[in-house]
Nanobody, 123 residues
């Protein structure tokens, strides 16, 4: 069906930057919303940023002004540029995408998640 593969996580000092990428693959007919969520140890998964097929974006208050979500529709890839990282941004970041994939008889909807990529921020 549809697979999402994230990359770009790692260890960075507070104030530093990272860029996450998430590439979708499979028999994709169309992708609507794409986004990033994160989950820190002992906490619930929370929305970080989303983008629609019309490039409308939405951000969690905690990341506004520091993170930027973007997408390359031709590459079926969504990015998250994270600047001025803080220790509280440390978490596993998950990519999410929804849309339609092709089947032998037409199409079905999908809502897929990536495996997650670790972001660690040292103070």
């Amino acid at each position: 069906q549809v697979q999402l593969v994230e990359s770009g996580g790692g260890l960075v000092q507070a104030g530093g930057s990272l860029r996450l990428s998430c590439a979708a693959s499979g028999s994709i007919f169309s992708i609507n919303g794409m986004g990033w969520h994160r989950q820190a140890p002992g906490k619930q998964r929370e929305l970080v940023a989303t983008t629609t097929s019309r490039d409308s974006t939405n951000y969690a208050d905690s990341v506004k002004g520091r993170f930027t979500i973007s997408r390359d529709n031709a590459k079926k890839t969504v990015y998250l540029q994270m600047n001025n990282l803080k220790p509280e941004d440390a978490a596993v970041y998950y990519c999410n995408a929804g849309g339609r994939y092709l089947t032998p008889t037409g199409w079905n909807s999908f809502d897929s998640w990536g495996q997650g990529t670790q972001v660690t921020v040292s103070s």
